[in-house]
């Protein structure tokens, strides 16, 4: 099993940055692939990107390249998600996910977080 907690959602105005981060503890084999999901009241979640514990790949989706930065301290376990140019559709609660492989991560990860709240006004 693998447990993954997120921490630093918050409140920011727009255009302003927040970071979160992710750690992830147990059987972090099964976390090739760690990323972040968002969902806002009323939408359907969505993906937003995912890097490759071992070489560093990153996907981000369109909605968030360029503003969002990906990156992990594989030594740590622990995954963060810089967010800047922040607008208020950014608002949301984000999830840290993982998977052993890409496609599971692309489909539905396999390890979920309890989410943090991201509030842009």
């Known amino acids: 099993q693998v447990q993954l907690v997120e921490s630093g959602g918050g409140s920011v105005q727009a255009g302003g940055s927040l970071s979160l981060s992710c750690a992830a503890s147990g059987d972090t084999r099964s976390t090739d692939y760690m990323g972040w999901f968002r969902q806002a009241p009323g939408k359907e979640r969505e993906r937003l990107t995912h890097i490759h514990i071992g070489s560093s790949n990153t996907w981000y989706a369109e909605s968030v390249r360029g503003r969002f930065t990906i990156s992990r301290d594989s030594g740590r376990n622990i995954v963060y998600l810089q967010m800047n140019s922040l607008k208020p559709e950014d608002g949301a609660m984000y999830y840290c996910?993982?998977?052993?492989?890409?496609?599971?991560?692309?489909?539905?990860?396999?390890?979920w977080g309890q989410g943090t709240q991201v509030t842009v006004s």
């Open positions: 996910t993982a998977d052993p492989s890409v496609m599971g991560w692309l489909t539905h990860p396999k390890y």
